[in-house]
C-alpha cells in the first residue's frame, strides 16, 4: 500500500511541476503554440574595468520546425549611433555597462541594436549573458570538450596576459584551453574566430545531448540559474532545457551575419540579411535562392560548385563526376585559393537537407552555413587533405 502511495505522491508531483511550470513561463507559452524564440548570447571579456560584448550570437528557435538559426555577429560590425557616434556594435554594451553598471540595461541597448541590424524585422527578445571566467567554470563543469585543431595557433599578448600556442592535433579542451581556443584570431580576424566558436558550440552541443549527460542536467540547470545575466526566468531555463533534449542537431543552422570587411569594420549586405529574414520567416527555400534548390529526387537539382584544396590532383573532377551521378547540378569547380586539412560543406542558401545530403554521400562532417547568393549555387564543396573516398 505505501508503494501505490509513493507513486501516486510522484505523478501529483510532476503534473504539479508541469503545471506550474507552464504558468509562469512565457517560454512554456511561446513552445506550445509553436512561436518562435529569439534572442541574443553575449559573451563578455572584463578589459580596463569596463565590460566588453567579445561574442554577439542571435538566435531563433521554431519549435514547429524544430530549427534553430544561430546568426555570429562580428564584433566589429558597423552601426548607425548618431547620439553616440558609435562605429562598431561592440561599444554598445561597454558603455552602457561604464555608464550605469546594471548587466540588464546593458544587454537591452545590445538587443535594440541587433534589432536594428535586422532592419527591425527580427526582434531578439531574450539576452543572456555569461563572462570568461563562468564559460571556463561551465566547460570544466561538463568534463572539458574534443576539439581537432587543423592550424597552427599561437598568439601572446604580455598586457593582456593572454598566451595561445596549440599545434594541429585532437585536444581534449579544458575552459581555460577552450577559452583560448575560442579567442584566437587568426590572419582571417574576426570571421576565422567566429568559425571556431561556431565549431566549438556545436561539440558542446553534441555532448550535452549525449545520454550520459542527462545524470548532470540538474547540475547544469543550477549553473545557468546561479551564474548567469539573463531575462530568462528559471521556469523559462527549464523549460527550455527539456525541449533541447528534442532538437535534433542538424536542424541547426550556424552562419554569420553577411557582409565584408571596410578598413576596419565589417559592413552588413542588407540584401542577403533580407533572404536570411524570409527564410526564417518561413518563407520558401526556393525564393531565396536561384531557383534551384530541390533535393536530387525533386524537378530541378541543387546548385553546387567543388574545389579541390588538397595536393591530389583531379580530386575537383572527380567528386563533380560523382556528384553529376547523384542527380547534382555541379556548375562549377577547380583548385582552391589555399591548402587547407580538413573538407567542408558550405550551406549558401541555408537548405541543410541538400548539404547534409552531399556531406552524406562524400562522407564528410563539417558543415556550416554561409549565406551569399552571390555565387549563384546552393552547396561549396572544399576537399582538403583529410578528404577520403
Not at 553534441?206 to 545524470?215: A, E, G, Q
Not at 527564410?279 to 525533386?298: E, F, M, R, Y
Request: net charge positive.
Amino acid at each position: 500500500m505505501n508503494k501505490k502511495y509513493t507513486i501516486l505522491s510522484i505523478i501529483v508531483a510532476v503534473i504539479f511541476t508541469t503545471v506550474i511550470l507552464s504558468h509562469f513561463s512565457r517560454v512554456s507559452t511561446l513552445l506550445r503554440n509553436n512561436k518562435k524564440i529569439t534572442g541574443v548570447v553575449i559573451g563578455t571579456d572584463w578589459v580596463d574595468y569596463s565590460i566588453h560584448s567579445d561574442t554577439i550570437i542571435f538566435f531563433c528557435y521554431n519549435p514547429a520546425t524544430k530549427i534553430l538559426d544561430m546568426i555570429s555577429i562580428p564584433r566589429d560590425t558597423k552601426i548607425a549611433n548618431p547620439e553616440h557616434r558609435f562605429r562598431r556594435i561592440n561599444e554598445i554594451y561597454a558603455h552602457y555597462y561604464k555608464e550605469e553598471k546594471n548587466f540588464a540595461s546593458a544587454s537591452t541597448q545590445l538587443l535594440n541594436t541587433v534589432t536594428q541590424i535586422f532592419n527591425n524585422e527580427l526582434v531578439p527578445d531574450y539576452y543572456i549573458q555569461i563572462n570568461y571566467d563562468l564559460f571556463c567554470k561551465f566547460i570544466d563543469s561538463i568534463g572539458g570538450v574534443k576539439i581537432e585543431i587543423t592550424e597552427p595557433m599561437h598568439y601572446d599578448d604580455n598586457a593582456g596576459k593572454l598566451h595561445i600556442h596549440f599545434e594541429p592535433g585532437i585536444y581534449k579542451l579544458n575552459g581555460k584551453k577552450s577559452l583560448e581556443y575560442v579567442r584566437y584570431r587568426s590572419y582571417a580576424g574576426d570571421i576565422g574566430r567566429i568559425y571556431r566558436q561556431q565549431r566549438f558550440i556545436r561539440a558542446v552541443m553534441y555532448k550535452l545531448v549525449n545520454p550520459l549527460y542527462t545524470i548532470r542536467i540538474p547540475f547544469i540547470l543550477n549553473f545557468f540559474i546561479d551564474n548567469i545575466h539573463t531575462n530568462l526566468s528559471v521556469w523559462d531555463i527549464i523549460n527550455l532545457s527539456f525541449e533541447f533534449k528534442n532538437i535534433n542537431l542538424k536542424q541547426i543552422r550556424m552562419a554569420q551575419l553577411p557582409g565584408k570587411p571596410v578598413g576596419m569594420l565589417w559592413v552588413k549586405n542588407d540584401n542577403e540579411i533580407s533572404r536570411i529574414i524570409n527564410l526564417i520567416n518561413g518563407t520558401p527555400v526556393s525564393n531565396i535562392s536561384t531557383g534551384s534548390i530541390a533535393l536530387p529526387d525533386k524537378q530541378v537539382p541543387v546548385r553546387v560548385q567543388v574545389f579541390n584544396a588538397s595536393s591530389r590532383k583531379g580530386m575537383a573532377l572527380e567528386i563533380t563526376d560523382l556528384l553529376r551521378k547523384k542527380q547534382f547540378d555541379v556548375i562549377d569547380w577547380g583548385n582552391y585559393a589555399a591548402p587547407q586539412k580538413k573538407s567542408i560543406i558550405i550551406d549558401r542558401v541555408g537548405n541543410l537537407p541538400a548539404a547534409q545530403k552531399i556531406a552524406k554521400i562524400l562522407n564528410i562532417d563539417e558543415i556550416i552555413t554561409r549565406y551569399d547568393s552571390r555565387v549563384m549555387v546552393d552547396v561549396t564543396v572544399i576537399i582538403g587533405e583529410d578528404y577520403r573516398k
